[in-house]
């Protein structure tokens, strides 16, 4: 089982998260919003995906990824003037600042 998809998901749900880390998929849209993130440092999930073209729910599943794994971390909540909610900020962890953070 995979943690891409909930305990509880149909199988299929399942199938899917293994075959998006076996292609690779899953750890490229990392990379490519990590980059996002140190791109565009403070924006919401909503602002990175209009900045950089990516698609919203990608990026938006992708950043708890990068916060669990030290890459990026999830900042104080802003007013996203796309959406127009409070919701939290991302930031870059400098290089030599991957510890453990609070999130």
Not at 53 to 80: F, I, S, W
Request: charged content about 20%; hydrophobic content about 40%.
């Amino acid at each position: 089982m995979s943690h891409l998809a909930r305990s509880t998901d149909i199988s299929g749900s399942h199938e899917a998260a293994a075959l998006l880390v076996r292609s690779g998929r899953h750890a490229a849209q990392k990379d490519r919003t990590e980059a996002a993130v140190k791109r565009y440092p403070g924006m919401t999930s909503m602002q990175l995906a209009h900045a950089t073209g990516m698609d919203r729910y990608m990026v938006a599943r992708r950043l708890p990824d990068l916060a669990k794994e030290g890459r990026a971390h999830r900042g104080a909540k802003a007013l996203c003037p796309i959406s127009n909610i409070t919701v939290c900020t991302w930031w870059p962890v400098a290089q030599g600042d991957n510890y453990t953070l609070a999130v």
